[in-house]
Structure formats: structure tokens, C-alpha cells
């Protein structure tokens, strides 16, 4: 999985596979795009030995996390927050307008952005542009931000959540309320991994089966109903999981023999299984084996395989899958992929991450961003969308992995 978590979805730690060269077409940073970068964005080419977490694109709920509310069209220092001290970021949102994160650093997280839901976890509901450290966690070797809730897991295998509770997705029996610090969620054995959705909760338990809760009208819960529950059930058929991924409103599963399972929205082939239908349970994803990573975007998907190819699948209205097209129109129609489709400009990437309608991945020497634009999230100094990668920082920057927004516009590299 490409996010990063502590296996898992730091969103995880880096890939480890070789890297082969990504084949860029076009797309480096020229000397005009960096002049016409605004003055609260630093030039790319000024990340060179920057040892801050960095972050662009949306800003206006402090996502950015550099003290202020203003979008960010190329890569800004994500303030007192050190790369070397940061294990993982999982970065949640409905939208750019309701976007927040969660940073790993020593066992402890620290939040930022929007908190109208208490997901930041600090006791409040004011919004926060620098991290603030979250209370009542210790020891955490795994963080998921979902639509407007948070998730922690601990080294004894607890899960705690805080944040929005419309849908049972804090996992306490119970809905419509929300919390605004962490509590334990009951009812599950061990759990090795988390992650979170745009309206519900995934827990990936030390025996390989997965459980769910939150809303299920999309069938996302994976239990065979579209029903709500508001404590954790077991998901339908999965045994021998070893990672877990959720979209906004669909998950992925990667198992022990390399291949993967999906289940719930699938509007636009977001499952990988030929259709356009949801599904309330786990389904196969096509022809996919010797997987060895999944990485879950709003409406698209990446997973890479053991030979260090990378397949997407699902929406790909603004270039995500990065199919070659030589043309840009805002009418131009692209065709949304309902089966994986092999990904050559991103073979041997060694980390990856999807968002609502971008893509962005760390190679040997840069990180490279492609897919919309709108609000400066790929990083270029521009809001012109790409179907070309794009490089926004250069060689020997040491950037280790990347995030990005659940469903909003905003890049993480750290």
C-alpha cells in the first residue's frame, strides 16, 4: 500500500522496490512557472536540504499547517514539523473545504486543519493551521484520517477513534454525536492495521480477518447488508488479509496469496471488477496477482506488483490513471477504467498515494504529482491540470513518502 503506515497506511512505510526510471514524457519545472509561484509558496527548487514536512494545494481550513488559510501552489514547510521525526501521515476530508491530518512523530500524533467535528482530537472544535499534539495517545504505531473522524492504533493492538459520529463510524454504539478527544472502540480482538473512509472504519485484526462499522449504504461495511452499524462487525468472507485500504465510500483488501479484494461504491469502476455495480460484499478485482502493495484513492486505486509494475482502476476524468493523451481539453471526455490497467510511467515508484482526482509518487530522485489541479495540488505552480508527471522537487531532496487528502486537494511529502 503506498500511503505509508507503520505497515500500513502511513498511511505506510516506503516501498521497497527497485527503482527501474520513471519515463517522463514532459513536465519539469521551468524557471517561469517558479517566478509566478506567490510568495507564501516557496519555490521548488528552494526545497533542496529542506527538512520540514512539506505540503501544497488547499489550505483554507490550515490544512497546509503552515499558520495560515491560504492555498499553496507549490511546496510549503508544514511548520516545527521535521521529516526525520514524522513516521506517518494519513490526511482526511469530505472536500478541501472540510480537509484535516494526522501526523505519526515518536509514538504520539499531532493534528491540524478542520475541526468542526472535534477530528482533530485535541478537546475542541476550533480549527487549527500547526500541528497540535492530540491527547490521551500513547504508544501508536498506526493513524487513519477518514471524511471528518480519526483513528489510532496502539502497540497493545487497541483502535481509538474521535471525531465525527453521524454514522456509528467512531465504533461506541451509538450516532449523532460527535467526540472531540480519543476513547477506546470495544468489541474487536488484537488489531494489527486501521484505516478510514470517507463515512466509515476499517480494523485489520492480528488473525487476518477484517472487520467494519459506520455507514454501510453503499455496502462499504463489506457484511452483506447497506445497513448502519455503530460497533464493529466482521467483514463477509475475508480470511488471510495482510493489508487493508478504504477509499471514500469502497476498500480494498490485499490477501496472503497476493490478490485483492474489494468491496462497496463502484460508480466508477472503483471495485476492478468489469461493472459499474456496488457491492455489499467482497469481490475479486480482475486479473490482478503477486501484489504486493494497495493503495486506495477517493474513486481510483494503485496497487503495485512484485515486479515493480503499477496498475489503476476506477475514476480517471483527470488523467489519474496517466493513460497517454497528448491533448487537454475541459470537454474532453476520458474513459474511467472498471478493470486494472497497467500503469507504465510509474513502474518501480517506491511510494505512492491517490486522492480525490490526483495521484502523486516518490521515485529515486523526485516526487513526481499528475491528475487535477484546480487548487495547486500537483505541486507546479499552477492550477493547469496534467496528464504528464510533473516534477516538483529535485534530487536529493530525501523525501521518503507521500499523502494525500481522502477526498480534498491537498499534498503531503515527508
Given at each position: ?123 475542541g472544535t476550533t480549527k487549527q493551521t500547526v500541528p497540535t499534539i492530540v491527547p490521551r495517545l500513547n504508544n ?83 457484511n452483506g447488508s447497506r445497513a448502519t452499524s455503530s460497533v464493529p462487525r466482521q467483514v463477509t468472507g475475508l ?176
Amino acid at each position: 500500500m503506498f500511503r505509508s503506515r507503520a505497515m500500513s497506511r502511513t498511511r505506510r512505510s516506503p516501498l521497497r522496490a527497485p527503482f527501474r526510471g520513471l519515463p517522463f514524457a514532459t513536465a519539469v519545472l521551468t524557471a517561469a512557472a517558479l517566478a509566478a509561484v506567490p510568495a507564501h509558496a516557496p519555490a521548488a527548487s528552494a526545497n533542496e536540504g529542506n527538512p520540514t514536512v512539506l505540503a501544497w494545494g488547499a489550505g483554507h481550513t490550515g490544512q497546509i499547517g503552515n499558520g495560515t488559510l491560504a492555498d499553496s501552489l507549490s511546496p510549503s514547510s508544514v511548520t516545527s514539523l521535521f521529516r526525520g521525526d514524522v513516521d506517518q501521515i494519513s490526511a482526511g476530508g469530505t472536500s478541501s473545504a472540510d480537509s484535516f491530518v494526522l501526523a505519526r512523530t515518536d509514538k504520539t500524533v499531532k493534528s491540524w486543519g478542520n475541526n468542526s467535528a472535534g477530528q482533530l482530537g485535541t478537546g475542541g472544535t476550533t480549527k487549527q493551521t500547526v500541528p497540535t499534539i492530540v491527547p490521551r495517545l500513547n504508544n501508536i504505531k498506526d493513524i487513519a484520517a477518514g471524511g471528518a473522524h480519526g483513528l489510532a492504533l496502539d502497540t497493545d493492538g487497541q483502535v481509538y477513534s474521535w471525531g465525527d459520529n453521524a454514522y456509528g463510524q467512531l465504533g461506541n454504539n451509538r450516532t449523532g454525536e460527535h467526540r472531540s478527544v480519543p476513547d477506546r472502540v470495544q468489541g474487536m480482538p488484537k488489531v494489527k492495521q486501521i484505516s478510514a473512509g470517507c463515512d466509515f472504519s476499517l480494523a485489520l485484526l492480528e488473525n487476518g480477518t477484517v472487520y467494519a462499522w459506520g455507514r454501510g449504504i453503499h455496502g462499504q461495511l463489506g457484511n452483506g447488508s447497506r445497513a448502519t452499524s455503530s460497533v464493529p462487525r466482521q467483514v463477509t468472507g475475508l480470511t488471510d488479509i495482510v493489508e487493508i485500504d478504504a477509499g471514500c465510500h469502497h476498500a480494498l483488501a490485499l490477501t496472503s496469496d497476493y490478490t485483492v479484494k474489494s468491496w462497496g461504491y463502484n460508480l466508477y469502476g472503483q471495485l476492478g471488477n468489469s461493472s459499474t455495480k456496488s457491492s455489499t460484499v467482497p469481490v475479486d478485482v480482475d486479473w490482478l496477482t503477486d501484489v504486493s502493495d494497495i493503495e486506495a484513492g477517493a474513486f481510483h486505486n494503485y496497487v503495485q506488483t512484485s515486479d515493480s509494475q503499477v496498475w489503476g482502476w476506477g475514476n480517471n476524468q483527470y488523467g489519474q490513471l496517466l493513460e497517454e493523451d497528448e491533448t487537454f481539453e475541459a470537454n474532453v471526455s476520458r474513459t474511467n477504467r472498471t478493470a486494472p490497467v497497467v500503469i507504465p510511467r510509474l513502474e518501480g515508484v517506491q511510494h505512492l498515494a491517490a486522492g480525490l482526482r490526483h495521484g502523486v509518487a516518490v521515485t529515486a530522485d523526485d516526487v513526481v504529482t499528475w491528475g487535477f489541479n484546480g487548487e495547486g495540488q500537483l505541486g507546479n505552480g499552477t492550477t493547469v491540470a496534467r496528464y504528464e508527471s510533473v516534477k516538483i522537487l529535485n534530487q536529493g531532496s530525501a523525501i521518503k513518502a507521500v499523502a494525500v487528502s481522502l477526498a480534498g486537494n491537498t499534498t503531503y511529502a515527508y
